[in-house]
């Protein structure tokens, strides 16, 4: 089965920094990403992790520790439009067909406060 | 850049009517998906479609729903015979490949709403 949990909701100030924890149980494993999703809009990509490590991209970092079935998004100097709801997203194991599936955790909604 | 455009944005149908999802993924992407999020609930994955056929589907994806790429741009989801459940925000999203550092994007979605 795929299990992938993230908190509910996060509160965070202005200019501060936050880390969104991830961590997921599931049948295979080929890549966990993170998105962003406003609300009533798409879930746009932020970023993906394949190995352990950190992969930073501009404001927004993201670790992976596969042995752990673990990862986090940080996002340093919070602007008031980073509030937003932040999901993980589990690759699964290549099947063969084609094509992989994305297996979503609910996501934590980052309220962002001045 | 590039976007995955869908359309309608927003459907009203009555239970039991066929709806047909559209969507224009990005050109030069080769796979293609459809999502649904319920309302507060997560994104689930429904289908992907490779080389004009699917290539997995999920347990939501049963005989009332088919997908279809019927020319060059548009690919599209069908309901045959819709029910109160089916009411949700459909995403489709496409991806160039499937080597990692080729996500799948998303499109603005279609919210529809069943009577």
């Known amino acids: 089965g795929q299990n992938i949990d993230q908190p509910t909701e996060m509160t965070a100030t202005e200019g501060a920094i936050v880390q969104i924890n991830c961590t997921y149980q599931t049948s295979g494993f080929n890549g966990l990403f993170w998105y962003q999703q406003h609300a009533g809009e798409a879930p746009t990509f932020l970023s993906y992790?394949?190995?352990?490590g950190l992969e930073e991209k501009g404001r927004f970092s993201s670790f992976l520790s596969r042995s752990k079935g673990y990862s986090y998004l940080l996002l340093k100097e919070l602007q008031m439009k980073d509030s937003a709801s932040y999901l993980c997203a589990v690759r699964d194991q290549y099947s063969g067909a084609g094509s992989y599936q994305l297996t979503f955790g609910k996501g934590t909604k980052l309220s962002v406060i001045p | 850049e590039p976007e995955v455009t869908q359309t309608p944005s927003h459907q009203v149908t009555q239970m039991g009517q066929e709806v047909i999802l559209r969507c224009v993924p990005i050109?030069?992407?080769?796979?293609f998906y459809w999502y649904r999020q319920i309302l507060g609930q997560k994104v689930e994955f429904l289908v992907s479609?490779?080389?004009?056929?699917?290539?997995?589907k999920s347990e939501i994806f049963d005989d009332q729903f088919s997908v279809e790429r019927p020319d060059g741009s548009n690919f599209t989801l069908k309901i045959r015979s819709t029910k109160l459940e089916d009411s949700a925000m459909y995403f489709c999203a496409s991806s160039r490949g499937t080597v990692i550092n080729q996500p799948q994007h998303f499109g603005d979605g279609t919210r529809l709403s069943i009577l």
């Open positions: 992790n394949v190995l352990d």
């Open positions: 050109s030069n992407h080769l796979y």
């Open positions: 479609f490779y080389n004009n056929e699917i290539s997995e």
